[in-house]
């Protein structure tokens, strides 16, 4: 069974293992281990008689939960069968454009995206030096951009960098159209967040992608939105398949943005949860974990992580993420999620097990 470029890959790594998919601990997928909330559970059940409905295919509950929790109108947000839907119309006008930039290392769906629509890409390297544990800026691409697009995801997948919101702001005087995929924003409390949601009124070039599935623990449900100017939104309708959003991922999603105990929740618990994981991996020989701002490290190491992620799962059953699929890190980086405390510290003595060996 091939493996996939996307973490948590279970079947994958349970086969490479030799036990059930249950048995293994997944640190390759940067999802919360606190979820789901038992609100987003209990909404989900109260909606099974309506599986013999079809969606509302305005999604009108949804967008008002979300014109409340971000407070912008309603036709201006555009949910979507999770961000990978969501990027694969945003390819479509990138497609149309000149070129469109992205910051590397970079998420492999804007590649998969972009060559679908025959974008030309121009790369520019994030400095993986600069800015650890505070807000970085973004670099200078020294280009004449009136007709290019920038894709640009903040918080950065996978160093895990924090950009500025007064970094990103020029960027909207020059590119034609300016793409931010925010996936992993809400892990940030509202006073740290850099969001430029609030700006999308301001800015007809300006779209901003949000998860749902991160944050709430659930991707299995496939969740995201869109927020932009709504004639974009209403052009990106006509090419779309009808009812992309189910019914259970609907009402799930309304539940989580009212859960507000589930979001201090979090909030509280990242911050010391991260730290324990990146002094317990700096502190083991060989391996060098860069300061991030969300629910996953970057780890830099001196041994093949390709190697270290199949001991790792044949002797701990503990899945790390792999850089591989990132050309610019290839063999000597893998990324691992933020798990629970005991979690976290099964990972450490695992890592330092074979350090040893």
């Excluded at 086969?15 to 909330?37: E, K, M, R, Y």
């Amino acid at each position: 069974m091939p493996q996939q470029a996307h973490g948590g890959n279970l079947a994958w790594a349970a086969a490479l293992a030799g036990c059930s998919p249950d048995a293994i601990v997944d640190f390759s997928a940067s999802i919360s281990p606190l979820g789901p909330p038992n609100s987003v559970i209990a909404a989900i059940v109260s909606q099974l008689g309506n599986l013999r409905n079809y969606p509302d295919p305005e999604y009108g509950e949804l967008r008002l939960a979300l014109s409340h929790f971000h407070q912008i109108p309603t036709e201006w947000i555009l949910p979507g069968n999770g961000s990978a839907e969501l990027l694969t119309l945003v390819g479509r006008e990138l497609g149309q454009l000149a070129a469109t930039v992205l910051l590397t290392p970079a998420f492999g769906d804007y590649y998969r995206t972009l060559a679908a629509n025959n974008a030309k890409v121009l790369e520019f390297p994030v400095d993986l030096g600069i800015g650890q544990g505070n807000i970085s800026l973004l670099p200078d691409f020294g280009l004449e951009t009136s007709d290019f697009g920038l894709l640009l995801n903040n918080p950065h997948n996978p160093t895990g960098k924090l950009f500025s919101r007064e970094s990103v702001l020029p960027y909207l005087e020059k590119f034609a159209l300016v793409v931010i995929d925010e996936a992993f924003m809400d892990f940030l409390p509202p006073e740290a967040e850099q969001s430029l949601i609030g700006l999308v009124q301001e800015y007809e070039n300006l779209v901003i992608l949000r998860s749902l599935t991160k944050f709430y623990s659930l991707p299995g449900l496939r969740l995201g939105y869109a927020i932009a100017h709504p004639d974009r939104l209403a052009k990106w309708k006509l090419w779309r398949d009808p009812w992309p959003v189910n019914t259970l991922a609907a009402a799930a999603a309304i539940a989580a943005l009212q859960d507000t105990e589930f979001q201090n929740l979090t909030w509280k618990w990242l911050p010391e949860a991260r730290n324990q994981l990146f002094q317990g991996v700096a502190s083991i020989p060989g391996l060098t974990p860069l300061e991030g701002t969300v629910n996953y490290l970057l780890v830099e190491s001196q041994q093949s992580t390709s190697q270290l992620q199949q001991q790792l799962l044949q002797q701990h059953q503990i899945l790390i993420r792999d850089c591989l699929s990132f050309k610019e890190l290839g063999d000597r980086f893998f990324r691992v999620a933020v798990r629970t405390q005991s979690d976290n510290q099964r990972l450490l003595t695992a890592l330092k097990a074979i350090q040893r060996e």
